[in-house]
């Protein structure tokens, strides 16, 4: 009988042999289904014995550095995962992981695999409201936390397990040192076999709309299902990986655990408080970077800088968290000649579209099905498939590996996104006759005016092709003409003062660029409300925009 551990081994080489071919990897890649599985013990130690390769490396702004093996880090993890269980930890227990990125995020991540905890990714920017939440929601039986973050749950109530991670001394009472951890025997041995669909990780989606959902993932949703990650940022055996993500949100789950160590490659990180695009580049120059994730903000705040100051760029460069602007994408490929490729995934899944390395690139597109992904459009109205515009659907006749089971604890919720023999995400795209998808946005983003669909995107792109433009999100402000019109709220860029001077040639640069149906009628500038992910709060903006600000300039005010 074929192993986990082979059934795992041998799609995932067939991915690393076709990466550059997409056509065969779409029609030949077969998601491993195996009955047990557990990725810290099946794979992650079958691939660390041994192996004095660099598995994780860290810099910190002082230039303190941590580099830890593949051997090391899984004698360490099985330190913690003995120290943990004499703790109390026990499968299926609920534990939120509150760390920065230093190395006992990823040593607990799969210390906790191997004891078959489920983990709740928190960043450390959540208060303590945020925190009951989780706790309370999440049904959480143990934390683990930095010192420094420890106060914040004075105000969280509950019997659970406070750990602290921290330096002697730091640790305050009530609460144990995760620093002694260090000192537990590295003989572990798992107190039974892991499903393959027993809980992992259990997610608070970012909340731009709503209340965060509660996603559930199993040991080979993400494990497994970052395989599609891994094929579209092109990892390969040996590369050293940046992906720019905090801690507690997927992303940093999909690109600084899953994908790269799938693939075996160094997760590098470089830690600052404040971005500081010349010492990133300097730290990517130094530390050999050889492929490079960045949520659009970074990608943004990146080229306000001298790209040219990167040395040797990377092999391959992505982005994700949200489209990525064409303005962006050519300022890079002109510095670096290397195009950034778009993909586009949720929390719920990995990533499901992408272009991958060696497809061609189409201007504006996110690409083509990942393997192991039947993508579909629903229609609008009659919610068939099949569209050339509608919500981007998963066909569950083919269900991907690389999606969650469900809303945890909301079956109503859960049964609404599965509906009908798809899971919908809630995005809209359309598609051309060469199957590439182009996003339009989310579904409650889309709005008309005078009777014309507006894709808040395709706005900002066009904005944000102006030099005057650091960011930019636009919204339907109310009008009663036209039902509604695109207001736009844009932070400006370093040289430019938010003003009516600005403000004129911003509604200059709209009627050139866009149609008269599409132009922006209204903006606003000032700072963009956002999620501790980073993603732009579109409801907040559009709540103010109802609300009326005498901060708005008017297209009609510059004629």
């Not at 971005?275 to 990517?284: H, P, V, W």
């Amino acid at each position: 009988m074929t192993s986990a551990t082979e059934m795992f081994r041998e799609a995932r080489d067939f991915l690393l042999a076709h990466r550059e071919d997409y056509a065969t990897a779409y029609q030949g890649f077969r998601w491993p289904r195996p009955r047990y599985f557990n990725w810290a013990l099946d794979w992650f130690d079958e691939i660390a014995d041994g192996n004095a390769r660099t598995a994780l490396h860290l810099v910190e702004e002082d230039g303190r550095e941590t580099r830890l093996s593949f051997e090391e880090m899984s004698v360490r993890s099985a330190r913690f995962a003995t120290w943990l269980r004499a703790r109390g930890v026990r499968a299926e227990d609920r534990v939120l992981v509150m760390l920065g990125n230093q190395a006992e995020l990823w040593i607990i991540a799969l210390a906790a695999m191997k004891l078959r905890a489920v983990v709740i990714p928190a960043t450390p920017l959540l208060g303590p409201a945020d925190l009951r939440d989780r706790v309370e929601r999440g049904r959480v039986r143990h934390v683990i936390a930095r010192a420094e973050d420890t106060g914040k749950f004075a105000e969280v109530p509950g019997a659970y397990t406070r750990i602290a991670a921290g330096a002697a001394g730091a640790v305050p009472d009530g609460w144990l040192p995760l620093d002694d951890a260090h000192g537990a025997s590295a003989d572990f041995v798992p107190d039974g076999p892991t499903l393959a669909d027993d809980p992992l990780m259990l997610y608070f989606t970012s909340g731009t709309t709503a209340r965060p959902k509660l996603v559930e993932h199993t040991h080979t949703s993400y494990p497994i299902g970052h395989l599609s990650t891994m094929y579209w940022i092109g990892l390969q055996p040996g590369d050293v990986h940046l992906n720019i993500s905090s801690p507690g949100w997927a992303k940093h789950a999909w690109s600084n655990l899953f994908a790269p160590w799938n693939a075996e490659a160094t997760v590098f990180l470089h830690n600052y408080t404040r971005f500081d695009a010349a010492r990133l580049m300097t730290e990517m120059d130094r530390a050999g970077v050889t492929t490079f994730c960045a949520p659009p903000t970074v990608w943004r705040m990146l080229i306000q800088a001298d790209l040219t100051q990167l040395r040797t760029p990377p092999r391959e460069v992505v982005a994700a968290g949200e489209p990525l602007n064409p303005e962006v994408i050519e300022q890079v490929r002109r510095a670096w000649n290397i195009t950034i490729r778009d993909g586009f995934g949720q929390t719920e899944t990995a990533v499901q579209v992408a272009n991958s390395p060696g497809q061609p690139l189409k201007t504006g597109s996110m690409g083509r099905p990942s393997p192991g992904y039947r993508v579909e459009l629903l229609d609008p109205v009659s919610g068939a498939p099949g569209a050339a515009e509608g919500e981007i659907a998963l066909d569950l006749s083919h269900r991907p590996v690389g999606l969650m089971t469900g809303y945890h604890g909301d079956a109503d919720r859960t049964a609404e996104a599965m509906a009908g023999g798809y899971y919908r995400t809630g995005d809209v795209a359309s598609r051309d006759d060469e199957g590439y998808l182009t996003y339009i946005g989310r579904g409650d983003d889309v709005f008309k005016a005078s009777d014309y669909k507006i894709s808040p995107f395709e706005l900002e792109s066009a904005l944000l092709e102006h030099e005057a433009v650091a960011e930019a999100a636009v919204v339907p402000a109310p009008d009663e003409l036209r039902l509604a019109v695109p207001k736009a709220y844009v932070v400006p860029a370093e040289g430019w003062e938010p003003g009516p001077d600005t403000a004129k040639v911003l509604f200059e640069h709209s009627r050139q660029v866009l149609a008269p149906y599409k132009r922006i009628r209204r903006l606003e500038f000032g700072d963009l409300p956002k999620t501790v992910s980073g993603k732009i709060r579109r409801i907040e903006l559009r709540e103010a925009t109802a609300a009326g600000s005498d901060a708005e300039y008017r297209e009609e005010d510059f004629r």
